[in-house]
């Protein structure tokens, strides 16, 4: 057991290779779009790091547009680092530069 009492198989049952069932069948190109980029930092395995992809099917990100995913990398210190996705896979590192790219576009955003 760690100190987080999660077990180290169970921590580790959530890599970038599990394919989240959750995720909406748009979710799921643009998770290919982002696997398949040659320079993708994710394609890297970095010990003792997980990986887990959300869409706006999950509470916590309801606010993103259908097909746009978040990567949440925890890395062994326990820091959380968050990347935003579009549909063809272009990183975005924050909540606040999603909405920007979303103005560029004409799309409103209007927090709850």
Request: charged share 25%.
């Amino acid at each position: 057991m760690t100190s987080s009492g999660e077990s180290s198989s169970r921590r580790n049952a959530t890599t970038a290779d599990a394919k989240p069932k959750q995720l909406s069948p748009l979710s799921i190109i643009t998770l290919q779009n982002v696997k398949n980029r040659p320079h993708q930092k994710s394609n890297r395995k970095l010990p003792g790091c997980t990986v887990r992809y959300f869409d706006n099917n999950d509470p916590r990100y309801s606010w993103l547009l259908d097909g746009w995913l978040v990567e949440e990398r925890r890395v062994p210190s326990g820091k959380l680092y968050r990347y935003y996705y579009d549909l063809v896979g272009r990183q975005y590192r924050t909540k606040t530069k999603v909405l920007c790219a979303w103005e560029k576009i004409d799309v409103i955003f209007i927090h709850p």
